[in-house]
């Protein structure tokens, strides 16, 4: 199942699925890279809220997917982690190591206004 | 006597097991954070069955006495096993570039969590959660 | 170790409103001894206990009416008769044959009534045993010349009279878990200052389950209340363990990878102290001194300012 990615001005909002297969993260992270260059956009939200499990494979994808999107010169925030998830990510040792975070699609949009200086928690 | 059990050779599988252990982990009355951690014990498990041991095979059962419920998780494999465990056990070792917390990681989500594993052989997985508000 | 004493349980669906599963029964029936011989005595008695049950039963309300507080219960002499006549259908099925899951559900059902009207344990045994001496009396003077048949019958009697009980004590043990965790989510108390702004001010003694608890009851208040900011204020708690400790460093984490800042205020010396001789490591946690600070730094956070200048309003973004 494709991840779908929606173009909205300069950004690009991914949905993740639940299920996703090795094969969908590999052409997740081609297909974004690719539009973040093909639209010039200057920030991705990578939405999480319908994952009710977030293990260490997804977790290595996202953060690939995050330092790939930074290099191609454009910001990226995770929003949408469920509670259950956070808690149980923390318990297995799992971090985002400096992917921003928002609470869901609208704090990462409002996020995205802002520059960063703030956020060096 | 119910065990449930379901084979493990790809991704799919990795999905329908974890399911599974939320389904029988409902049955037993777990919160749904304890549910979210038997879940994500599983796809670790799962996953290093897929990834090294091509194929295996995860079995659910209830477990425990009248005061103290559990879901009991074994998985089972044919595999290369493992041969140093303790190093396989420690945070971040791992042999596929991956994060190499799968195992120890598991081990931290479930109450019990014992490991046999022969090189040439398999490995198995046994890890117990038990249910709290009993 | 752990996994070779643990026995597979059967069937998990448990019966509804109660933590009890048909597994978990069929295995105390075992451990009471209680087999298809006695199912079988009970039912040669059907008759027996079918003719003495209303004089029973009136003995068994005479005895609950000389006492004051369980008076109180029948004062309506309607509900009286209604309870009554309960009380002979319950009797009854002592010795109807069949105690399979229908019956179990009814005796948990009965169970939970006693503690909705608020009937306590020692009570419901202090009533349970005036019936069995009743009951008792009665059987022995009608089976004279088969003092054995007495004696197995009663035995059988008493196996099911202690499933019973224990069915009762099931829905007791059940309202006392569902306190306990009422009392521990209040002690957990996650307040909303204004939107985006949590906070937290724990008073007494984190245990673990405690610990626990305020961590699953921040992050789902994040959550639902879109917290972008919560402030933990641990002025009121006297000691931190280190277990303690690591669990507020994951509240802290966890509620970073949902999108929200903790802030943890109120750290008295006496904790510091501790903390660093245990080597918790709260680099990567916000602390300010006071409860004070720490909503000014929140409020710094979430770009609202206090600014006396007449045109800005207060607290805008
Ligand atoms: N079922 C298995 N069969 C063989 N080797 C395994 C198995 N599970 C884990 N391992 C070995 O243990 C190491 C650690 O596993 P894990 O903690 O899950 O980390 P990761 O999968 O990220 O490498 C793996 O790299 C692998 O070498
Ligand atoms: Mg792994």
């Not at chain 2, 419920?69 to 044919?78: N, P, T, Y």
Request: contains cysteine; neutral net charge.
């Amino acid at each position: 199942m494709p991840v779908p990615i929606l173009k909205q001005g300069a950004l690009l909002i991914a949905t993740l699925q639940d299920a996703l297969t090795d094969k969908d993260w590999l052409d997740f992270q081609f297909e974004l890279t690719k539009l973040v260059g093909v639209h010039r956009s200057t920030g991705v939200i990578l939405d999480l809220t319908v994952l009710d499990v977030l293990d260490s494979f997804a977790t290595k994808s996202l953060r690939t997917i995050a330092e790939m999107v930074k290099l191609r010169g454009a910001r990226a925030i995770v929003v949408g982690i469920h509670p259950d998830v956070a808690f149980t990510m923390v318990q297995l040792g799992l971090t985002l190591h400096g992917i921003e975070t928002g609470l869901d699609l609208e704090d990462g949009i409002s996020l995205m206004k802002h520059p960063t200086e703030f956020r060096s928690h | 006597m119910q065990e449930i059990r379901i084979p493990i050779c790809s991704d799919t599988d990795i999905v329908a097991a974890r399911k599974l252990g939320r389904e029988m982990g409902t049955k037993l009355g777990f919160s749904s954070s304890e549910l979210t951690l038997i879940a994500t014990a599983i796809s670790e498990i799962a996953r290093n069955m897929v990834t090294y041991a091509h194929d295996g095979v995860i079995s659910f059962a209830a477990v425990g006495t009248t005061n103290k419920r559990g879901l009991l998780i074994v998985a089972e494999d044919k595999g290369p096993g493992i041969a140093d465990l303790s190093l396989a056990l420690q945070d971040g070792y791992s042999t596929s570039k991956s994060l190499g917390l799968g195992l120890p990681g598991a081990k931290r989500l479930m109450d019990e969590f014992e490991i046999d594993s022969k090189p040439g052989v398999g490995t198995v997985i046994k890890m117990i959660k038990w249910n709290r508000r009993q | 170790m752990v996994f070779k004493d643990t026995m597979h349980i059967g069937n998990l669906e448990q019966f509804e409103g109660t933590d009890v599963t048909p597994g978990e029964i069929s295995k105390r029936k075992d451990f009471l001894q209680f087999r298809d011989a006695d199912i079988e005595r009970l039912l040669e008695i059907r008759q027996f206990s079918q003719e003495h049950v209303e004089s029973i039963v009136e003995e068994f309300y005479h005895h609950l009416l000389s006492f004051p507080d369980t008076k109180e219960f029948f004062r309506d002499p309607r509900v009286l008769a209604r309870v009554k006549k309960a009380q002979i259908d319950y009797f009854n099925q002592l010795t109807a044959g069949n105690y399979s899951d229908d019956y179990v559900r009814g005796r948990l059902k009965i169970g939970r009534v006693h503690q909705n009207i608020g009937l306590s344990f020692d009570t419901y045994l202090g009533a349970y045993r005036r019936y069995l001496e009743s009951f008792f009396l009665r059987l022995f003077d009608a089976y004279r010349s088969e003092p054995e048949k007495a004696v197995n019958s009663f035995l059988s009697m008493l196996k099911l009279v202690f499933l019973d009980i224990s069915l009762a004590m099931d829905s007791y043990l059940r309202t006392i878990r569902l306190q306990t965790e009422a009392i521990r989510e209040l002690a957990t108390p996650v307040l909303q200052v204004r939107q985006g702004l949590l906070i937290s001010p724990i008073i007494g003694l984190i245990d673990t389950q405690r610990a626990r608890q305020l961590t699953e009851s921040i992050l789902r208040s994040i959550r639902e209340q879109r917290a972008k900011v919560v402030v933990i204020d641990i002025t009121g708690v006297p000691l931190v363990d280190s277990k303690v400790a690591n669990h507020l460093v994951q509240t802290v984490e966890a509620a970073r990878l949902m999108g929200a800042m903790v802030i943890l205020t109120g750290i008295s010396p006496e904790i510091a102290q501790t903390l660093v001789v245990l080597g918790v490591n709260l680099s990567t946690v916000r602390t300010v001194g006071d409860l004070q600070g720490g909503l000014e730094e929140a409020e710094r956070y979430l770009g609202y300012r206090l600014v006396k200048d007449d045109k800005a309003t207060p607290f805008q973004s």
